[in-house]
DNA sequence: TAAGTATACTAAATCGATTTAGCAAGCATT
DNA sequence: AATGCTTGCTAAATCGATTTAGTATACTTA
C-alpha cells in the first residue's frame, strides 16, 4: 500500500497535476476547471483517500501550519496545561504544534530554534529563557512571527502574553498582611527574568508600605527538589520568626511545603502560606493552600490570537502587542488564621 | 537575511551541489572529495551559518527525524511527564517530536494519524483510545513503526509498553487487605481498555481470594472533574459500610478525595485510600495518600528504545515486543491506620 | 603501450507538491 | 477576415535537498 500522489491521481484520471491540483485548492472555478471535472476528481480523490504530502507542500509554498511551542519543561502543570490550551486553539485554525522544553537554558533553546527554522514552522510562541533576545530579535527580521508569554525581554519588541505579575504579588502580599502576618518572607528563584521581578516588586511594595523588613530567598535555577527543600528548610530556621512564606512559583511550593512539614510548623497558625500559581490539589490540602491563579485558557486563546493575527496578516509586523491578564487569588485557610478577624 | 541554501554555497565556492552535499553529509572521503575542498566547504559551511532545510531533506530521504506523540492529554501529569521524558530520549538521539491529545477519541486520533502521516513523520509513540485497531495495523503495514503504551490492544502485534497492571493492582489490594480494610471498593472508568481492565482484574482476584465482596463503581470517560466528584460522593453514600476506596487512575482521585473530604471522612481512620498513578504532591497529603508509582523514566525510556530499534533496523519488522515494567507501591498514611497492627 | 583503477568532481534525476505562463478551441465583435 | 476575449486545460519551472551515474585526469601494472 504505497502512498499515493497527485501524479498518481492525475495520470490515473488522464488530466495534468496542475487540473488537480487546482480542484484540490479550491481554485477551479477561477482557473476554468469545468464543474464536472472538478467533481469527477475530487470523487475520485475521496475513493483514493489521497491526502497531499505536507513536505512538498510546504518546501513550494513555504507554509507549513506548523507552530513551535519553546516552554520551560512541558511536565510543569502550567506550562503543560497552557500547552493544551494552545493545541486546542492552534489546532481549530488549521495549525500543529511541535513543542520542546527550553530547561530555561539559552544554548539549548538557541540550538532548538535552529531545529524548528530548519523544519520551516511558521511561527514562534516561547517562554523565553534568559539571554535569547538576540535570536527573537533575528527570528522577527526574517519575518518569522513570535509571540512571548509568562516573561518577555523589557528592551525587545514583541508581541507578550503575560499576566499582572507585580500587582497578583502586590495583592496576596497584602492579603497575608491583612491576616495579621508581618514577617512574610518571599521565596523565589536566582532569576533576572521579568516575571519573578515582577512578583519580587510586588512583595516589596507591599511589605514597604508598612514599614516591614523583607525576607528574600533566592534559590538557584537548577536544583533538585530535594535540594530545594533543604535549602528552604535551612532558610527558615535561620529566620525563625518568620510567619508567613509566599512562594514566587509552583515547583517552589512543592518543596516548600515539604520544607514547612518537615518542620512540624502549622498552617495557618505558625506559618501563613500563599503561592504564585495554583495547582489542583491546592484546593483539597489541609489546610487548603492560598494561591494565585493564572487564568490559562485566556493566556492560550491570547496567545494563539496574537500568532495567528500576525500568520494572517491582520496585524501589522511591526506593530507588537503587550496582553497583560489578570489573575485571581484564592484565599484559602493556609493564610487566613481562624483568629485573624478578632487580630 | 534569506535563508542560504546549497545551492547559494555551491554557487559562492564555484563547485557542484554534490560536491557540497557529500561534504555535509561526511561523504567526502568514499567520494574521493580532497581534503582541502572538504576543509574550505565546511569552514564556510560555518562562517555562513548554513542549516539544510529539513523540508526538503525529508521530501527526497523520506526520513524526517520526526517522531510523532500521541497521548490522551498533555495536561495529565502522567502523560505530561511521560512527554517530557520521551522529548529528552529522543533528542538525544536526534530526533524531534510532535506531539498532540488524542483525548481518548477515536475519530479524533485518526484525524491526527492523518495529519501526521502527511507530514511525514517516521514512527509513532501513542497511548491508544479505543477503536484504532485497524489504523495501527495499517500504519504497521506500510512501514511505519508504532509503539504503544499504558494500553494496548491484545489482538494486534505491535510493540507495547506497560506497566503490571494487574500484579500491581492485586498488591495494592492486599495492601488494603493486611491493614484491615475489608469493604473496598474499586473506582474506575467505564472503559474496556485494557490496562483498566488489568487493574480491576488484580482488585477482584485480591478480592476473591479473601472471599469478599466487590464493589466496584465505572466513572464514565468524558465526566468533567465535578461531576466525577458528585457521583464518587453519591456512591460512597450510598454505601456506607465501604471502609476503602482504590482508586484506578490519579484524576478519579484527585475529584474521589474531594468527595472524601465534602463527607467529612477521614482518612486512614474512617477510610483507607490507595491510588493507581503517584502525584508529586500525595506525598505532602495529609495524611500522605498511598500510591502506586509508575516508573515514567523507564517507560520512556523503553518507548523510544523500541521504536529506535525499529527505525534503525535493529529490531525485525514483524518482531513485536511486549515491555511489562513492575511498580512501586509507597504505603503512605491514607491506607495504613495507626491501629492496624493491633487488629 | 594498452588496459585497468584510483582520484576528484559534477550533471541531472528525483522527492511531491504549487504556480506561472501559455496553448488551443470557440465565440463575439468590428 | 482579423482581432480579442472566454473557457478549459497543461507543460514546465520551482522549492532545496540527496543520490545515481557519469566524466576526465592521473597513475599503475602487465
Redesign the pocket.
Known amino acids: 500500500m ?9 495520470e490515473q484520471l ?9 480542484v ?2 479550491g ?2 472555478k477561477e ?8 467533481q469527477k476528481i475530487l470523487k475520485y480523490v475521496e475513493e483514493v483517500g ?13 507554509e507549513t501550519k506548523v507552530i513551535g511551542v519553546l516552554v520551560e519543561d512541558i511536565s510543569d502543570p502550567f506550562f503543560s496545561s497552557i500547552a493544551r490550551r494552545i493545541e486546542e486553539e492552534a489546532n481549530s485554525k488549521g495549525y500543529k504544534i511541535v513543542y520542546c522544553s527550553t530547561e530555561n537554558n539559552a544554548d539549548k533553546t538557541k540550538e532548538l530554534l535552529e531545529v524548528y527554522k ?1 523544519r520551516q514552522v511558521d511561527g514562534f510562541i516561547i517562554a523565553p529563557p534568559p539571554g535569547i533576545e538576540k535570536e527573537i530579535q533575528a527570528l522577527q527580521k526574517s519575518n518569522l512571527p513570535v509571540v512571548l508569554f509568562d516573561r518577555y525581554f523589557p528592551e525587545v519588541a514583541t508581541d507578550t502574553v503575560v499576566v499582572e505579575n507585580q500587582r497578583s504579588s502586590y495583592n496576596a502580599t497584602n492579603h497575608l498582611l491583612h491576616n495579621g502576618y508581618k514577617q512574610i518572607a518571599f521565596i523565589t528563584l536566582a532569576s533576572e527574568q521579568v516575571q519573578m521581578q515582577d512578583r519580587l516588586q510586588g512583595y516589596k511594595e507591599a511589605m514597604e508600605e508598612q514599614h516591614l523588613a523583607h525576607y528574600i530567598q533566592k534559590i538557584p535555577f537548577d536544583l533538585k527538589p530535594k535540594k530545594i527543600t533543604k535549602e528552604i528548610q535551612a532558610f527558615l530556621e535561620q529566620h525563625p520568626n518568620i510567619d508567613a512564606v509566599f512562594f514566587a512559583t509552583n515547583y517552589l511550593a512543592d518543596s516548600g511545603l515539604e520544607a514547612i512539614q518537615n518542620l512540624g510548623l502549622e498552617m495557618p497558625a505558625d506559618i501563613g502560606v500563599v503561592v504564585f500559581d495554583d495547582e489542583k490539589l491546592f484546593r483539597l490540602f489541609r489546610p487548603p493552600i492560598t494561591a494565585i491563579a493564572q487564568p490559562i485558557k485566556e493566556i492560550a486563546k491570547s496567545i494563539v490570537s496574537l500568532l495567528l493575527d500576525k500568520l494572517t496578516g491582520a496585524a501589522k509586523k511591526n506593530d507588537y502587542k503587550k496582553v497583560e491578564l489578570s489573575t485571581t487569588l484564592y484565599e484559602r485557610a493556609s493564610s487566613v488564621p481562624v483568629l485573624a478577624a478578632s487580630r
Open positions: 504505497k502512498k499515493i500522489s497527485l501524479k498518481d491521481i492525475a488522464e488530466v495534468s497535476k496542475t487540473t488537480v491540483s487546482f484540490l485548492n481554485k477551479a482557473n476554468h476547471i469545468s464543474e464536472s471535472l472538478t489521497y491526502v497531499p504530502n505536507q513536505l512538498a507542500r510546504g518546501l513550494r509554498t513555504g530548519s
